[in-house]
C-alpha cells in the first residue's frame, strides 16, 4: 500500500478528534498550592504496603507487581507496585465558565482518575509514590457530555489524597 495513503489516513485519523472538539467549551483550572505526591513512611514494608492496600479497598485493583505474594513473601519484598481502574468523581479544579443573561457563571466538571502507586523500601522506611491519569468530561454547547479528555496536568489533590489516607491507615493499625 502507498505509505502515502497511510500517513495521510492516520493523520486524518488523529486530527478528527481534535477538530471536532473545537467548539466545546474551554476547560479552565483552579490554581491552588503544590501538593504532595510522594512520602517516605518510617514502618516497616509489609506494614505500609497493607495501609496501601487498606486504603484502596473500595477500588477495583487492575494490576499489582508481583502479582500474587504470601504473607511471607512479602516480608521479604522492597519494592512493589499497583494500577488502579477508573475511579469517577466530580473535579474540585477543572470547570467552565460561562454566562447567563450577563452573569458570570461556573460549572465543575465530571472525571475520573487511575492511581499508579509504587512503594519501594529506602533508608529510613518506605517511600510511596503516587501517580494519578485524569480525563476530563467535555460538555458540548448544549451542555451535555461530549466525551472524557486528558486536559492539562493531573490534579495534584488527587495523589495527596491517596497519601493522606495512607498515612491514616498507618495510624489506625493496631501495632505488630
Request: charged residues 25%; proline residues 7%.
Given at each position: 500500500?502507498?505509505?502515502?495513503?497511510?500517513?495521510?489516513s492516520?493523520?486524518?485519523?488523529?486530527?478528527?478528534?481534535?477538530?471536532?472538539?473545537?467548539?466545546?467549551?474551554?476547560?479552565?483550572?483552579?490554581?491552588?498550592?503544590?501538593?504532595?505526591?510522594?512520602q517516605?513512611?518510617?514502618?516497616?514494608?509489609?506494614?505500609?504496603?497493607?495501609?496501601v492496600?487498606?486504603?484502596l479497598?473500595?477500588t477495583?485493583?487492575i494490576?499489582?507487581?508481583?502479582?500474587?505474594?504470601?504473607?511471607?513473601?512479602?516480608?521479604?519484598?522492597?519494592?512493589?507496585?499497583?494500577?488502579t481502574?477508573?475511579?469517577?468523581?466530580?473535579?474540585?479544579?477543572?470547570?467552565?465558565?460561562y454566562?447567563?443573561?450577563g452573569?458570570?457563571?461556573?460549572?465543575?466538571?465530571?472525571?475520573?482518575?487511575?492511581?499508579?502507586?509504587?512503594?519501594?523500601?529506602?533508608?529510613?522506611?518506605?517511600?510511596?509514590?503516587v501517580?494519578?491519569?485524569e480525563?476530563?468530561?467535555?460538555l458540548?454547547?448544549?451542555?451535555?457530555p461530549?466525551?472524557?479528555a486528558?486536559i492539562?496536568e493531573?490534579?495534584p489533590?488527587?495523589?495527596?489524597?491517596?497519601?493522606?489516607k495512607?498515612?491514616?491507615?498507618?495510624?489506625?493499625?493496631?501495632?505488630?
Amino acid at each position: 500500500m502507498n505509505p502515502r495513503i497511510i500517513s495521510a489516513s492516520i493523520l486524518i485519523l488523529l486530527a478528527g478528534p481534535i477538530v471536532g472538539c473545537s467548539s466545546l467549551p474551554d476547560v479552565k483550572t483552579q490554581s491552588y498550592a503544590r501538593s504532595k505526591d510522594h512520602q517516605t513512611f518510617e514502618y516497616d514494608f509489609p506494614i505500609v504496603w497493607k495501609a496501601v492496600e487498606s486504603a484502596l479497598i473500595q477500588t477495583k485493583i487492575i494490576e499489582k507487581d508481583p502479582t500474587h505474594v504470601t504473607t511471607l513473601e512479602l516480608q521479604k519484598l522492597s519494592r512493589r507496585s499497583l494500577k488502579t481502574d477508573w475511579i469517577y468523581s466530580q473535579s474540585r479544579v477543572k470547570y467552565i465558565a460561562y454566562d447567563v443573561n450577563g452573569y458570570p457563571r461556573k460549572t465543575y466538571l465530571q472525571n475520573r482518575y487511575k492511581y499508579q502507586v509504587l512503594a519501594e523500601s529506602v533508608l529510613g522506611g518506605v517511600r510511596v509514590q503516587v501517580t494519578t491519569t485524569e480525563e476530563v468530561e467535555r460538555l458540548n454547547p448544549q451542555g451535555s457530555p461530549a466525551g472524557y479528555a486528558t486536559i492539562g496536568e493531573p490534579d495534584p489533590s488527587i495523589a495527596s489524597d491517596l497519601i493522606d489516607k495512607i498515612n491514616s491507615e498507618l495510624r489506625s493499625a493496631p501495632p505488630s
